[in-house]
């Protein structure tokens, strides 16, 4: 008989650089899945430093030559360690679907000769990993949007239209490095858009302030007060008026965007974690007020990504959108709050080898539906 299910892998690695989150799943052909277990690998610091100076614009292109191969080795050690811990063989896994680590997205066409076009480019080279781990790897997802004149980004929302369909009008929230949200909702097509910085501003700070990674379950926003008038400042970000489709990340929000706020920053190092945590919350609220309350109601808000254990940011949503709305976690739904990402390209690979249209052009802004994905085989 056939077997109605694939045994997938599907790693992500985003703008946070904090390291690969990696998910062992079974899809099955109506696309319900379920997760049969989960691994994460941290960067090994040279490697994040190596990465956030290549994201900020300051590599070379032989370090990115490397770091390609470098981060490629990391993708199939992170999957070999999951497929160890699950015990189960390499033989039943069907395929690994990976994103890949962005370190440039140009969101807006660059004119050369007469060219103008688009670009995106997320290293982690897929024969590596498929090398590696003797397994099919399915990679390269954003160039086939763009070539099809999208934004390339965001992809995961073709994944949340499956995962929670469009029964109660909902806003799929993720706090990663940036913000993004999903509106699902009877009453319009599938959109989505970057709110704006999520854990990474506060990542940064922390990180100079306190010597710690992340502020970790919200606490030293927690002790500190917003200082409003920052917060007003900060609020003043050009990106925020942008009507969507739009999609930021370091190529903005950058040690350089940093440093310029940093000069205008309260002198209470608290309150500068706290008032950061409050632009975060605000600036998805004053998103969803601009951009998606016009077009539909939203009767609850489901957070995910790092930034969804955060609970100063969770305070802050609960604050600005009052009683009307219910701010819930993807935990909620079953789905690991930092896994659906990983889950979400599983899925986009699954259709690659399906041949099946993986892009939502109201998203992306792509002309057509396309099939993205490349495939290394084994
Ligand atoms: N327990 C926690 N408390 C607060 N923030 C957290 C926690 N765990 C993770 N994070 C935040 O989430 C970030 C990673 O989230 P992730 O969803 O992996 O983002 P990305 O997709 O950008 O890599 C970390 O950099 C950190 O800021
Ligand atoms: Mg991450």
Redesign the pocket.
């Known amino acids: 008989m056939k077997k109605t299910f694939k045994t997938a892998i599907g790693m ?8 690969i ?1 990696a998910c062992l799943l079974k899809i099955y052909d109506d696309f319900h899945f379920e997760v049969i277990d989960s691994h994460s690998l941290k960067y090994p610091e040279d490697v994040r430093k190596k990465l956030l100076k290549l994201a900020n614009n300051k590599g070379t292109t032989k370090d990115i030559c490397n770091m390609d191969f470098v981060v490629g080795h990391l993708f199939a050690q992170c999957a070999n360690e999951l497929i160890k811990k699950s015990k189960l063989k390499k033989e039943e896994i069907d395929f690994i679907s990976s994103h890949g680590q962005t370190i440039w997205h140009t969101p807006k066409p660059v004119k050369t000769a007469d060219i103008k076009t688009r670009s995106s480019l997320q290293i982690g080279n897929i024969s590596v990993i498929s090398e590696l781990t003797g397994i099919t790897t399915i990679g390269d997802f954003r160039s086939k949007d763009i070539a099809a004149n999208g934004q390339g980004a965001p992809l995961v929302p073709f994944a949340d239209e499956l995962i929670f369909k469009k029964e109660t009008p909902r806003a799929i929230q ?5 913000g993004n949200v999903t509106v699902l909702s009877k009453n319009c097509e599938t959109f989505a858009f970057d709110t704006g910085p ?3 501003l ?2 940064y700070f ?1 990180q100079k302030l306190f010597q710690k ?6 606490e030293i926003a927690l002790k500190g007060k917003v200082d409003e008038k920052w917060l007003s400042f900060l609020l003043k970000e050009k990106y925020y008026l942008k009507k969507p489709p739009k999609s930021t990340g370091r190529e903005l929000f950058n040690e350089d965007y940093a440093k310029r706020i940093y000069k205008h920053a309260p002198k209470d190092k608290n309150s500068i974690i706290t008032t950061l945590t409050a632009l975060t919350a605000k600036t998805i609220y004053d998103a969803y007020t601009k951009y998606i309350f016009p077009n539909t109601e939203i009767k609850e808000i489901v957070l ?8 100063a ?1 969770i305070k802050f949503l609960n604050q600005y959108f009052g009683n009307n709305i219910k701010i819930k976690t993807h935990s909620d739904f079953k789905i690991n ?2 896994l659906k ?1 990983a889950i979400a390209f599983a899925i986009l690979g699954f259709c690659t080898l399906e041949k099946k249209t993986n892009n939502l052009p109201t998203c992306t802004g792509a002309q057509k539906r396309v099939i993205m994905g490349i495939v290394s085989y084994t």
């Open positions: 992500m690695s985003g703008t946070s650089l904090d390291g989150d993720n706090i990663g490095g940036i999520g854990n990474m506060i990542d922390v990674p992340f502020d970790k379950d919200g995910g990504g790092g930034g969804a254990y955060n609970k940011i709050d930092k990402e």
